[in-house]
């Protein structure tokens, strides 16, 4: 009998464990990000809602560039449109992972002290940014900008060339 158990024990411990997906209202809202130089790659991001009407912010990249693996990619929200050179960052996202394209942020006070919830998160008039590193000229290097909230109808005629680099203060 102690055989039976101790295989039993094996056969179960072996097994992967079902994780339960994270707290979430099911509320989600998609925005493009598009190609921002060279680099051939687009993206989204991806705006949940947790059961406390606070917001997470998901970027997911995709595509063919020729990034190296395990560094890290700044990104960013920033109020006004991507090609406003004016435009001011409104929060520092979680850098994006070259090993998973990808940054999860649960989004916090913005600079002007403002909190944004689901609902008013489509209001806001705003962009995203991905550069390519934190400082130096490869600052400047955009992989993904796009206009979210109540901008994201000004995206459609998108121009990387139009892209305003956006100050490393924040």
Known sequence: MPAVLLLIFGLTSCSERIVDPPDYTGRQIEYELFQGS?????GKLIVREYPDKGIELLIQL???GTLTSSIEYPAHLHFGSYDNPDAP???????????TLSSETRLGELADGTTLDFESFQNFEGHVKVHLANEGPDYKVILVAGNVGALV???????????ATCSSNF
């Open 38 to 42: 060279d680099y051939e790659y687009t």
């Open 62 to 64: 995709s595509g063919n």
């Open 89 to 99: 960052m409104a929060f520092m996202l979680n850098p994006v992972k070259s090993l």
């Open 153 to 163: 109808e000004e995206t459609s005629n998108f121009d990387a060339l139009q892209i």
